[in-house]
């Protein structure tokens, strides 16, 4: 603030026009606030972004005080051409946003006074900054929640789409990274599709507890004008299942509730965290001692010293921006745990972790569906350009390690041994192989027998990949079968 303009709100506040945050609260102030103070209490500059859901809040509130006769019709239908405006210059990018203002709503405000004079001084009556913060940011993340929701849809129909392609390509499956059992590429896609499914279920919950309406809490005790709480609600949307308004219950808590953007950060985590585990695959299985797929090289680096590398930056990078997202987590966490009812401007630091979590979420999901799935070609109508499989290297793979050592000893039990015998007589079977060099299924029948006499020509069905594959033939097995059952039902859900 200049020295003039800190001495006229010194001595003789402006009652026209809210130009500075000063003027905001009246002559009460003897002095200015510093730069310093000024620059590390705004939020002007990351908060903006909620400037729909301020303007939609503030329309929703004045209807609702004209319609109660609090505020005549003629201010409401100023406020309503004063947010049209600013409305077109926010988009056009010729509203000019003031450090001084201190945050988006006193920001608005201000130039909806400049515009359209005492109603708008008016449009505050009967609300709070603290209420209205509150409805902005859960208005605005319920829209970002179902953007997220589409792309999580998008992701799992491209896993969806990888794993149709892939039902009988066979995959070593690992436990503690070492062989286990064979598997089917296309049912191992869809493990991921599973958690991304809970992760669009725990976003449409979170969603259900962040469309409640805070407005009309005011700063923390509700208020004397005879508001229509509900009718705001409906206005914004803010209903259930059944179109009924959904309101906070209770002012104090209505203010100062941060749960639903902790529960939103801890949803995104938690799929972050699925994108991460998906991500240190893609990295294993793209090195050159797996070379199980490759990657569209538009998602891969080079290096500036070693002219024959592809790095996988972008699965590398998810799987960094993880740790970015759980730390927003703690963050938020953090930020309510001290805090006394009921709003404490600590709650303006809910925003930065909030909005960054969004952003990379939003990225990540994205950009993940098109490096995994493909990129819809519309001369073709067919997606192109996702992760290549390399069918030979993972079926290579998955014939070293006596992967099918337990189809084995399940051959055995089926012969009539304990399956604690039969794991035994199996592992001098590996053994031998070991000694041999060769395969389970490259051992002679004659060598075979020698471990068990039960064992007949039949065994080498059972210990083929195929056959180890096709033998896991229950519900949520890798039998292609059962995979192409579980692809049906994907299908349908996301159809
Ligand atoms: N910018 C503030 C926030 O983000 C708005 C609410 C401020 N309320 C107050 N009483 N200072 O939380």
Known sequence: MSKAQATSADSA??????????????????????????????????????????????????????????ISASDHASIQRGMAQITSEIESGAFEWKLDLEDVHLNIEARLTQLVGDAGKRLHTGRSRNDQVATDVRLWLRGEIDLIGDLLKELQVSLVDVAEQNVEVILPGFTHLQVAQPVSFGHHMLAYVEMFKRDAERMADVRRRTNVLPLGSAALAGTTYPLDRERVAKTLGMVDANGSPVVCQNSLDAVSDRDFAIEFTAAASLCMVHVSRLSEELIIWMSQNFGFIKIA???T????????????????????????????????????????????????????PLFDTVDTLKDTLRIFAEMVGGQLNPATGKKEGGITVNAQAMEQAALKGYATATDLADYLVKKGLPFRDAHETVAHAVKAATTHACDLSELPLTVLQGFHPAIEKDVYECLSLRGSLNARNTLGGTAPAQVRAQLARHRARLA
Do not use: C
């Open 301 to 352: 680096t080079g290096s500036s010293i070693m002219p024959q590398k592809k790095n996988p930056d972008v699965p590398e990078l998810a799987r960094g921006k993880t740790g970015r997202v759980v730390g927003h987590l703690m963050g938020l966490i953090t930020l309510m745990k001290g805090q006394p009812l009921a709003y404490n401007k600590d709650n303006q630091e809910d925003k930065e």
């Open 13 to 70: 506040p402006s009652h026209n026009q809210l130009d500075t945050k000063a003027q905001a609260w009246s002559a009460l102030f003897s002095e200015p606030m510093s730069d310093l103070v000024k620059r590390y209490t705004s939020s002007v500059f990351f908060d903006k972004r909620l400037w729909q859901a301020d303007i939609a809040g503030s329309l929703a509130h004045a209807e609702m005080l004209a319609a109660q006769g609090i």
């Open 297 to 299: 090289d538009r998602f």
